[in-house]
């Protein structure tokens, strides 16, 4: 969407371009700021690109929920996952240090953030057999539906007339 603005003074016309979803955001992070009263994080703080927010794959087979976690950068004693009240939580910390030396100069880099993820699971899954690995940056987390939630087909007769 574009519009055409007179510029005052100048006689020229200016084009000035506009992004709809663009000022619904900032309408959406002033109504937070003013409601929170900017003590609180908004969207736009919350979607920064430097957030450490896991990407997440969800599968569902006739036997399992499987979920797949890319953690980059982070070690197993990094992350801690636990199913609670039928909730899976991983949470983690990644922390980052480099320190380089030359001649004349010094450079130190640290990152560092936390992050969790919650998801709902549903009944069928059995909690007392989930298993979780986690090799080259990837958690991966079986969880096992319950016997009862494994459903057979059943052949159904189709009668005449």
Same mark, same amino acid.
């Given at each position: ?77 990094? &992350? ?5 009240? #039928? /909730? %899976?939580?991983?949470?983690?910390? !990644? $922390?980052? +240090? ?31 057999? &989930? ?5 080259? #940056? /990837? %958690?991966?987390?079986?969880?096992? !539906? $319950?016997? +009862? ?13």
């Amino acid at each position: 969407m574009s519009e055409v603005n007179t510029k005052k003074g100048t006689g020229s016309l200016a084009p000035r371009y506009s992004d709809p979803f663009q000022v619904l955001r900032g309408e959406m992070d002033q109504l937070f700021d003013s409601f929170l009263g900017g003590g609180f994080p908004t969207p736009r703080m919350l979607s920064r690109k430097n957030a450490l927010v896991p990407h997440l794959d969800v599968k569902e087979n006739d036997t399992a929920i499987l979920i797949e976690a890319e953690l980059p950068g982070l070690a197993e004693g990094d &992350v801690d996952l636990t199913l609670q009240d #039928g /909730i %899976l939580s991983i949470t983690g910390e !990644k $922390k980052f +240090e480099q320190s380089e030396e030359k001649d004349n100069y010094h450079v130190m880099e640290r990152r560092y953030g936390s992050f969790q993820r919650m998801l709902r699971m549903p009944d069928t899954v059995d909690d007392e057999k &989930v298993e979780a690995k986690f090799d080259k #940056g /990837i %958690l991966k987390v079986i969880l096992p !539906k $319950k016997p +009862e939630a494994i459903r057979q087909p059943r052949k159904i007769d189709i009668k005449t007339g």
